[in-house]
């Protein structure tokens, strides 16, 4: 089943159909259209760049092999894959390449189907999500409410095992279970699609048995998928939706995240870090994020979002109340930062 976007939804327009108030910072529509450009080129090249990073960390971990240097080759894999996920998620939105077809299929066969989602299964989850943000048809919300890992805040040691429950591989269930519930919606496609797909596992199986290659791919793929990238994929979540506290109800709803250099590398590639952006104007593709965050930091309206220091910052955040009701401190403030227009710099 093609799924169609209106020309509004492409510019970005598109209000969540639940939601009784409007958008509360606006940008003009020829600043969004120039946002929202789609470089295909660029698309490409970050793809391109991804996988040679990946590449070049087997190499190298196999040339010179330490038990160390394994354990940095599956965080830095991990964070690659991750990065390979956020590509794929401009190109649900249709922000990859200009031409749908190179859009549709690259994001299928070099972005989601190596992490083992359909592009187009999550592109149905995805709008949604969009569309009826934190409601009953909210497909994410419904899926997380009542599950003891998504209510926030926690006690410190309680969020602690969480992450390292995840970093363990035990996490890796939760993700298979949502592979196979975005698998489920494979139904809805063309047969050509869905032979696509499954010839492409099928091949890319034959390929690693056939050159002996099976291990490499355990190590260097199935590991790192299933331990370091579940451990960043629950922070990054958290941090998008997750112990937030805002001026307004929209505001509440969605967190963005200041991020700092090691967690763009380990945790928040491509900007994804930049969430409330993302929510306000889906059309503007990851590279001009960091733009459009500035445009809307300049405005007054803006300076009620929340916008968090860091991912140890969202940690603090959602902690701090859990420590507050067990009696172990004052009731502390949690981190809300607004970006000040003329300087720059972050201020609560």
Not at 26 to 52: C, P, Y
Not at 93 to 119: D, G, K, M, Q, T
Request: charged residues 20%; glycine residues 6%.
């Amino acid at each position: 089943m093609k799924v169609e976007l209106t020309t509004e939804e492409r510019l970005g327009d598109r209000r969540p159909d639940d939601s009784a108030q409007e958008i509360p910072v606006a940008i003009g529509k020829s600043e969004l259209r120039d946002l929202s450009m789609v470089n295909s080129w660029r698309g490409a090249f970050h793809i391109a760049v991804e996988w040679t990073l990946i590449v070049g960390a087997i190499f190298l971990c196999q040339r010179f092999w330490n038990p160390l240097l394994y354990i940095a080759a599956v965080m830095w894999i991990g964070s690659r894959q991750h990065a390979l996920m956020v590509l794929m998620h401009d190109g649900v939105h249709y922000r990859l390449f200009r031409n749908r077809f190179l859009n549709e299929w690259l994001s299928e066969i070099s972005l989601a189907w190596p992490v083992l989602i359909s592009a187009r299964a999550y592109r149905r989850n995805h709008f949604a999500h969009h569309r009826h943000l934190n409601t009953e048809r909210d497909p994410d919300w419904v899926r997380r409410r009542g599950v003891v890992a998504w209510v926030f805040p926690k006690r410190p040691r309680d969020l602690t095992l969480l992450l390292l429950n995840d970093l363990s591989g035990l996490g890796a269930i939760g993700l298979l279970r949502l592979a196979g519930s975005l698998m489920s919606k494979d139904t809805g496609v063309s047969k050509g699609f869905l032979i696509g797909r499954y010839t492409f596992y099928l091949s890319v199986t034959v390929f690693l048995i056939w050159f002996g290659a099976m291990k490499l791919a355990i190590l260097y793929w199935f590991v790192p998928l299933f331990t370091w990238l579940i451990m960043i994929f629950r922070i990054r979540s958290i941090a998008e939706h997750s112990a937030i506290e805002g001026a307004s109800q929209f505001y509440a709803q969605t967190r963005s995240t200041t991020a700092s250099l090691l967690d763009r590398i380990f945790i928040a590639p491509k900007n994804v870090n930049y969430h409330l952006e993302h929510h306000l104007y889906p059309s503007v593709p990851f590279y001009r994020l960091p733009k459009l965050h500035a445009l809307l930091a300049s405005k007054p309206e803006f300076q009620g979002a929340h916008v968090t220091q860091t991912y140890f910052g969202v940690i603090r955040e959602c902690v701090e109340g859990a420590r507050t009701n067990s009696g172990e401190g004052e009731n502390p403030t949690l981190a809300t930062f607004a970006m000040q227009p003329d300087t720059g710099t972050m201020s609560r």
